[in-house]
Structures are given as structure tokens and as C-alpha cells.
């Protein structure tokens, strides 16, 4: 097992290893003494796999009451997070007692925001099942649920007391599931991790081990650390994202998250090479790796139907709009590029 410690506004450890829900009500009871009632927040397909046996071993220590909502997006609704408050009232939690957050990133941005609330905050547990949410949506205590303008629109920062990643989770996930976490984990050896790129050519086997895991926790943790309420140096985890969040919205969805990250990092890629800031050999590189995971790189919309959505985006400032730029494999920067100078950036 390997321990990521986070020392944010809140300090708390992220376990990650096999095996990992064995005893875990009494993990949790030695930490959280005072707490005697669980909300354990689950979705329909994570539950059928793993929530008995959580539900047991918290059981043993706790008084536990679940939460069960359909698998997808379309949970991450406000409806399901007052449906999720009424419930803790009406189970009477008090401050001392926790949410329990199973599956991906998300339950666990919506037990997040709950948890944010519910009586102005109590603490959380999360317990990500899939790979995205292990390397990205656990740690750094975002939470959000969508509106019907956007998603995430309605949201918190609170952090999470205790992360445990049972790793032995990822066996189960689907290819397209495992595949889009492994979009996050190439685009750490990008940001950050020149020897963790290198490492990934391995293949999904060892984007899923113990090892690549800790690392992407690592530096997804050095990041927040240094600015956790994503006022600037966070916001180099965007690489990739700002056309990402284009295609995205303009396949209405369909194109799933990991995806659009892997065109949107190749389009950046490109992009800066064609600026002279990236080398064109690093630049075929990190498209070589995106196409060893398998994706198909090719970009269904124009460079100029992605702006238009770009600037429509919440995280445009002004005239001007942030880019994550990758200058090599491991040092990426954020730059501030004039909107009319935006559409050089991105290249098919
Ligand atoms: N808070 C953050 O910092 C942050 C960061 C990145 C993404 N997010 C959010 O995370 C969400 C996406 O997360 P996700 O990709 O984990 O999606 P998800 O939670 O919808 O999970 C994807 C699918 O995998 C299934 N699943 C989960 N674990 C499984 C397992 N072990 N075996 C089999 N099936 C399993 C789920 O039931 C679901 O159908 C988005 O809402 C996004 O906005 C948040």
C-alpha cells in the first residue's frame, strides 16, 4: 500500500493498494472515533459490484444508511443532491458523522457537495472506483452538481478527510471507462512527469498499478497544495481541457470526457508546435502515446466551431482566454492568449 499525504485546508491521507476494503470500518472508526451513523452514497452499477461488501464492513463499526442513484452523468443533479440532504436529515446525521462516497467521480462530486452542506459541512470519505476519479475527482476536494445552464455551475471546495483507493476496483471497469482515466493519467507525464510518460508506452496495465497511480496522486496533490482554490498554478490541469470541454458540449455528450481530453491534448500539442514552443519530435510523441491507448485522434468539429464554444466557456477572463501549453513532455505553462489569437493555438 502507498500513502499520499495532502496538507491542504484540510490535512488527510490518500491510501491506495489492494485489498484495501478489508477492515475498513475499523479504519474508519480509528480515525472518526465520535462518528456513529454512515450515509453511504453509491450509483446502481457500483453498488451491485462492491456496495455489500463495503456495506458490511462499515456495518460493523457504524450505523449505515445508503444512497443509490442511477449510474451516469444525470445523477449529478441538483434533484438528487436535496433528495441526498433530506435524506441525512431525516436519518438525523449529526456533525460528527460522515458520508461515504463509492463509485466515480460522480458520486463523489455529488456526496461532495452534499457533504459541503449538510449542516455547513461535515466530513466525507471517498472511495473512487474508477480510474478517473482515483487520479483526478478524489483529490483536491472540488464538488459540484450540474444546472441546466452547465455542468459543475453549483459547487464547493471541501476537501475530503480520508481517500482510500482500492485498486483491485479498475478490474471491473468497462474499456471505454478504464480508457478515458487513462486520458488523465498521460496528460500527468505531459504536465509534469517526463519518466511517468516514458513509463506509459507500457500500456493500461500500468496506468492502472499501484505505482503510476500513487505518482498521478502526487502530483494532482503538489498542485493543489500550491493553489487550492484554483486561482492560478491549479489551473495547469486544464491541459488539454479548454478544447476538451468544447467537444464535449458540441457532440452534446456523447463524445465521453476522456475523449475529448485525448483530441484536445493532441490539438494543443499540435498547436504548439506549430507556434515553435513544443518540438515537432515530442509533439508526434505525445500523440504516439495518446494512440497507443487507443484513441483516435481525429477531431470531428472545426477549430472555429470550438472557439465559438470556448468563449462561452465560465473560465474565460476578458478579452483574454488561459491555455495550458506544452513547451516539453514534463514543463507546461500557463499562457494568456488575446481571443483573436486563440484559433493559432489549435491544430487538426
Ligand atoms: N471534482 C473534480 O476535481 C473532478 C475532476 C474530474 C472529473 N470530475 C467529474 O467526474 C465525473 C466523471 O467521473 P467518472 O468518469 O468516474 O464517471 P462516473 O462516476 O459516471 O463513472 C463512470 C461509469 O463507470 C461505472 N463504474 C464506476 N466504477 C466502476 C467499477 N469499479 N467497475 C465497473 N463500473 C464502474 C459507473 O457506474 C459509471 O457508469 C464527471 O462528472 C466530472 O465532472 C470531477
Redesign the pocket.
Known amino acids: 500500500m502507498k500513502t499520499v499525504h495532502v496538507e491542504a485546508s484540510k490535512a488527510y491521507d490518500i491510501l491506495i493498494g489492494k485489498g484495501l476494503y478489508e477492515g475498513l470500518g475499523g479504519r474508519i472508526k480509528e480515525q472518526f472515533p465520535k462518528a456513529k451513523k454512515i450515509l453511504l452514497l453509491s450509483?446502481e452499477?457500483?453498488y451491485g459490484?462492491y456496495g455489500e461488501r463495503v456495506s458490511g464492513e462499515l456495518s460493523a463499526h457504524f450505523s449505515v444508511c445508503t444512497f443509490v442513484v442511477p449510474?451516469?452523468?444525470e445523477s449529478?443533479s441538483v434533484e438528487n443532491y436535496i433528495a441526498l440532504l433530506e435524506t441525512m436529515a431525516k436519518d438525523r446525521l449529526t456533525r460528527s458523522d460522515l458520508l461515504v462516497a463509492l463509485?466515480?467521480?460522480?458520486?463523489?462530486?455529488l456526496g461532495g457537495f452534499a457533504a459541503a452542506s449538510y449542516l455547513r459541512g461535515i466530513e466525507f470519505v471517498q472511495l473512487p472506483?474508477?480510474l478517473?476519479?482515483a487520479v483526478?475527482?478524489s483529490v483536491?476536494g472540488?464538488?459540484?452538481v450540474n444546472l441546466s445552464a452547465g455542468?459543475?455551475l453549483a459547487g464547493a471546495f471541501h476537501q475530503p478527510s480520508l481517500v482510500v483507493l482500492d485498486t483491485d476496483?479498475?478490474e471491473?471497469?468497462?474499456e471505454q471507462?478504464l480508457r478515458?482515466g487513462c486520458a488523465e493519467i498521460i496528460k500527468y507525464g505531459i504536465l509534469s512527469d517526463r519518466a511517468l510518460f516514458e513509463a506509459l508506452f507500457a500500456g493500461k496495465d500500468y496506468a492502472k498499478s499501484e505505482e503510476c497511480v500513487a505518482r498521478c496522486v502526487q502530483i494532482k496533490r503538489d498542485y493543489v497544495q500550491a493553489d487550492e482554490f484554483d486561482k492560478g498554478l491549479r489551473q495547469c490541469l486544464n491541459l488539454g481541457h479548454t478544447a476538451a470541454h468544447a467537444i464535449e458540449k458540441l457532440s452534446n455528450y456523447s463524445i465521453s470526457?476522456g475523449y475529448a481530453v485525448a483530441i484536445g491534448t493532441a490539438l494543443i500539442a499540435r498547436g504548439a508546435t506549430e507556434k515553435g514552443l513544443l518540438s515537432a519530435e515530442q509533439c508526434a510523441s505525445i500523440l504516439k502515446l495518446l494512440q497507443v491507448f487507443g484513441f483516435d485522434l481525429h477531431c470531428p468539429y472545426t477549430v472555429e466551431e470550438m472557439i465559438d464554444v470556448m468563449l462561452s466557456d465560465k473560465k474565460r477572463a476578458g478579452d483574454q482566454v488561459m491555455l495550458v501549453i506544452p513547451f516539453e513532455i514534463g514543463r507546461c505553462e500557463l499562457v494568456k492568449v488575446p481571443v483573436e489569437a486563440l484559433g493559432g493555438y489549435f491544430k487538426m
Request: with cysteine; glycine share 18%; charged share 25%.
Open positions: 450509483d452499477t457500483v459490484l449510474a451516469g452523468e449529478k463509485g466515480g467521480g460522480v458520486v463523489g462530486d472506483t474508477t478517473l476519479a483526478d475527482s483536491g472540488k464538488t459540484a455542468k459543475n476496483c479498475f471491473t471497469l468497462s471507462v478515458d470526457h
